[in-house]
C-alpha cells in the first residue's frame, strides 16, 4: 500500500482523463456533427426551393418547419445512421437512435400533418366570419406544420446520405 504509487496511479488517470476528455470534443462528435449538417442541409433546400418557385427570398425557410424535405428526419436519420457507424448497428446506442428517429418521423406524418390540416380548416372558416364576430380578426393559425410521407422519405435520405459521407470523411470505425 505505497502512497507514492497510488498518487502516480491518480495522476496518470487524472491525465489520461483530461487527454480523453479533450479528444471528445464537441467539434469532434460525428453523430452530433452529422445531425447538424443535415438539418442544414435541408432547411437551405427549402430556402433555396421557395426563391426558385416564387422569386423572391423567405427567410422562414431556414427555420420554419413543413415543407420538402423534412428537417426533422434529415436530422435524427443523420443521428441514427452516425450512431450506428460510430457505435455499431448492434448496439443499444443505435438503437436508441433508430426508435427516436421513427417515433419523430412518424409523428410528423400523423399528428403534425394533421394538426395543420385542421389549421388549414379553421383559418378558412374564420375567413368566412361575418366582421362583426369576435373571432373575425383572430390571428391565422400556423398551416405548415407536418410533413407528407414523401416529405419524411426525402428528409431521411438526405440524413443517410449526410451521415454516410461523413463517414466517409471522418472515418470513424465501430467502436470495441
Known amino acids: ?6 498518487s502516480a496511479n491518480s ?8 487527454t480523453s476528455y479533450a479528444s471528445s470534443s464537441i467539434l469532434s462528435n460525428y453523430p452530433l456533427i452529422s445531425a447538424l449538417f443535415a438539418f442544414a442541409i435541408a ?11 416564387e422569386n423572391r427570398w423567405d427567410l ?12 426533422h428526419s434529415a ?6 445512421v452516425a450512431v450506428g457507424f460510430e457505435e455499431g448497428f448492434g ?17 410528423a406524418t400523423g399528428v403534425r400533418l394533421h394538426a395543420g390540416r385542421q389549421a ?15 373571432l373575425a380578426e383572430t390571428r391565422p393559425l400556423r398551416e405548415l406544420l407536418g410533413h407528407t410521407p414523401p416529405q419524411v422519405v426525402a428528409g ?12 466517409l470523411i471522418f472515418g470513424s470505425s465501430p467502436r470495441a
Not at 60 to 71: I, T
Not at 91 to 107: E, N, T
Open 1 to 6: 500500500m505505497d502512497e507514492g504509487g497510488g
Open 11 to 18: 495522476t496518470a488517470t487524472a491525465t489520461g482523463a483530461t
Open 43 to 53: 432547411q437551405s433546400t427549402k430556402f433555396f426551393a421557395s426563391w426558385y418557385k
Open 60 to 71: 422562414k425557410q431556414l427555420v420554419g418547419s413543413g415543407g420538402m424535405p423534412s428537417s
Open 75 to 80: 436530422t435524427v436519420a443523420a443521428l441514427a
Open 91 to 107: 448496439g443499444s446506442p443505435f438503437a436508441i437512435a433508430l426508435i427516436l428517429a421513427f417515433v419523430v418521423m412518424y409523428d
Open 120 to 134: 388549414e380548416v379553421l383559418n378558412q372558416i374564420v375567413c368566412e366570419l361575418p366582421s362583426e364576430h369576435p
Open 156 to 167: 431521411a435520405t438526405v440524413g443517410l446520405v449526410t451521415a454516410a459521407i461523413g463517414h
